[in-house]
């Protein structure tokens, strides 16, 4: 293995879904994993399929938004795995399709908490150990909703905005230091939270999960380490242009910024 590369990994959100697809995929890239979710059960079956590939795995039963649980649980990956290279941000939650005045207002903050503290959460807890060991990588998965207005499902959008702001930061504070940090929007893969959304009904234009699955094992590898504070997005940008690009040099393009009215 690259010495550059990420042995161990991170994964919130890790018990279904895109969380389980990365769990599998870092897997099968060499990566040994700790797993991050509420449902422990779930959880024990990715476990179990990570084993089954050869690397270990680390049961980690929180929730993203409790201080003392996600400090605790990375405290445990660390001493299980001998520190972590990667976090993946993947739990997320997504309000109803609604115009913000008819959103409710619990379901908004729950979503908002679990989609922007969250993150800040887990990032907060693992940095500092990457930055003992010369550094880390940190993925958000974000979205194109956070680039743009939406009528609808305005916390989610909010969020995702947000969240641009704390990958930024990380690359801005961290860069210099060996962090590095990457946007990925995964797209639209076929998950329960998906199917589910009206927006996506008779939707045959799916992203297939081994798209953000490609994307986040090279940047484990440290083969897009140059696209670090940039915006990635699975089904649109290919493996074969994202390292052509890094292999350019640090990038400055695809951010989330204020450009001038010209």
């Not at 990956?77 to 399709?97: I, P, Q, R, S, T």
């Not at 150990?129 to 998965?141: H, P």
Request: net charge negative.
């Amino acid at each position: 293995m690259d010495p550059n590369s990420a042995r161990t990994a991170l994964i919130t959100g890790a018990s279904r879904g895109i969380g389980r697809h990365l769990a599998l995929g870092l897997a099968d890239a060499g990566l040994d994993v700790a797993l991050l979710a509420r449902d422990v059960d779930r959880l024990t079956g990715v476990a179990e399929e990570v084993e089954a590939r050869g690397r270990r795995a680390v049961v980690l039963a929180a929730d993203v938004t409790d201080r003392v649980a996600v400090d605790a649980a990375v405290a445990e990956a660390e001493y299980a795995l001998g520190g972590v290279d990667l976090l993946v941000n993947n739990a997320g939650l997504v309000d109803a399709e609604v115009p913000l005045w008819e959103a409710d207002p619990e379901q908004w903050r729950e979503v908002l908490v679990t989609d922007v503290y969250g993150p800040f959460l887990l990032a907060r807890a693992v940095v500092p150990g990457m930055l003992s060991r010369g550094g880390g990588r940190v993925v958000d998965l974000n979205s194109g909703a956070g680039t743009r207005d939406f009528a609808e499902m305005s916390s989610y959008n909010a969020a995702k905005t947000a969240l641009f702001r704390i990958g930024g930061g990380l690359h801005a504070a961290g860069f210099s230091r060996g962090l590095r940090a990457f946007e990925v929007a995964p797209g639209v893969v076929p998950t329960d939270m998906s199917t589910g959304m009206r927006m996506h009904a008779g939707r045959t234009d799916w992203t297939p999960p081994e798209a953000v699955v490609g994307i986040v094992a090279a940047i484990a590898a440290g083969e897009l380490d140059n696209l670090s504070g940039c915006y990635l997005r699975a089904g649109l940008d290919t493996l074969d242009d994202l390292r052509s690009r890094a292999a350019a040099g640090p990038q400055a393009g695809r951010r989330l910024e204020v450009t001038d009215w010209a």
